[in-house]
């Protein structure tokens, strides 16, 4: 479905930009647009010389397998780019439902009771670089720093990962600024194609 038809105002300002290739709202038009995207939500944690510093972050995606390498994005005003500077370590904490306080909490909006980005919230350990691990985490990434791309307002990190941990439970989504948890449907059918199927979905290890 196009976007337009799922936001009214979206439908205004990509008519604006059919006129114009670079209307004055393309930064609005992209957050809006970019809003709509499902991801996962993470917390990229860190310690050790620089301090302590955790930032919650959806913008975490695989780059290799071997090696295996991760990224994540931060804006470049956040304190966590000093801290995992030099403490040349993070670690990516891949949330579960139980976590949305903690996610709230690190990313500056914490529940009552709780301050920003409060280490008391949610149940921490440490990886074996050192960086706080969330320790129900789905997954969590101990990453020692591979390449830092300054790329707009964010620096994109590289982590060449040392350690996996993996555990069962739900992952937090995040779109629209709502939280939620995936559900599994049935696949589509079309009556003009009976046998219209997907094919089996086998697990790849490329
Ligand atoms: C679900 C969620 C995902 C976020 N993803 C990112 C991200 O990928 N990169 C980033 O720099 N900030 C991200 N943020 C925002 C930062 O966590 C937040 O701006 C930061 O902690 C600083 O807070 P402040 O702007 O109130 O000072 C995200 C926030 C939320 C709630």
């Known amino acids: ?18 006129a114009s290739p670079m209307p004055d709202n393309s930064t609005a038009n992209f957050v809006l647009a970019m809003s709509a995207v499902a991801t996962g939500v993470t917390v990229v944690a860190t310690d050790g010389p620089g301090g302590r510093a955790a930032q919650t ?8 397998a071997d090696p295996a390498l991760v990224l994540v994005c931060l804006h470049g005003r956040s304190p966590v780019n000093d801290a995992i500077s030099e403490n040349g370590v993070f670690c ?38 050192g960086s706080p691990r969330v320790h129900d985490a789905i997954a969590s990434f101990d990453c020692t720093v591979h390449d830092v791309i300054e790329a ?24 629209s600024h709502t939280y939620s948890k995936p559900a599994a449907f049935e696949p589509s059918t079309f009556p003009d194609y009976p046998d219209a199927h997907p094919a089996p979905r086998t697990r790849s290890t490329k």
Not at 1 to 18: F, G, K, Q
Not at 57 to 64: G, R
Not at 102 to 114: H, L, M, Q, Y
Not at 168 to 175: D, Q
């Open 92 to 129: 990516v904490n891949v949330l579960a439902t139980q976590h949305d306080h903690v996610a709230d909490t690190f990313a500056g909006r914490p529940w009552p009771g709780k301050q920003r980005w409060d280490f008391t919230c949610g149940h921490w350990t440490v990886a074996e670089s």
């Open 152 to 175: 707009g307002t964010h620096r994109v990190y590289i982590g060449r990962v040392a350690a996996v941990e993996a555990h069962p439970g739900e992952p937090l989504m995040y779109a």
């Open 1 to 18: 479905m196009p976007i337009a038809d799922r936001h009214p105002a979206v439908e205004t300002t990509a008519r604006t930009s059919v």
């Open 57 to 64: 972050v959806s913008a975490m995606c695989s780059v290799s």
